[in-house]
């Protein structure tokens, strides 16, 4: 995979706290950071763009995910 470089400035007391905690590979960490919210903001999308024209209520999306997490807990034998 080609890689790009990505610069951020950061406080220099961040930086100083982050130069304390040398076990950390803050390159990894915040690479795979940035790959989970690029994840998380597509599916964001996804679901904005799926429910664009929907006419459901916020009290009904609420109530269908209590259902959904409902029958998920059963199927798998936990208590909901």
Do not use: P, Y
């Amino acid at each position: 995979m080609e890689k790009a470089t990505l610069t951020l400035a950061v406080s220099k007391k961040l930086k100083a706290e982050m130069n304390e905690i040398k076990e950390v590979n803050w390159s990894e960490e915040t690479r795979q950071f940035l790959e989970e919210r690029v994840k998380r903001l597509k599916v964001l999308k996804k679901l904005d763009e799926l429910t664009r024209n929907s006419e459901l209520t916020e009290e009904d999306a609420i109530e269908f995910g209590r259902k959904i997490n409902k029958g998920i807990a059963a199927r798998h034998g936990l208590k909901s």
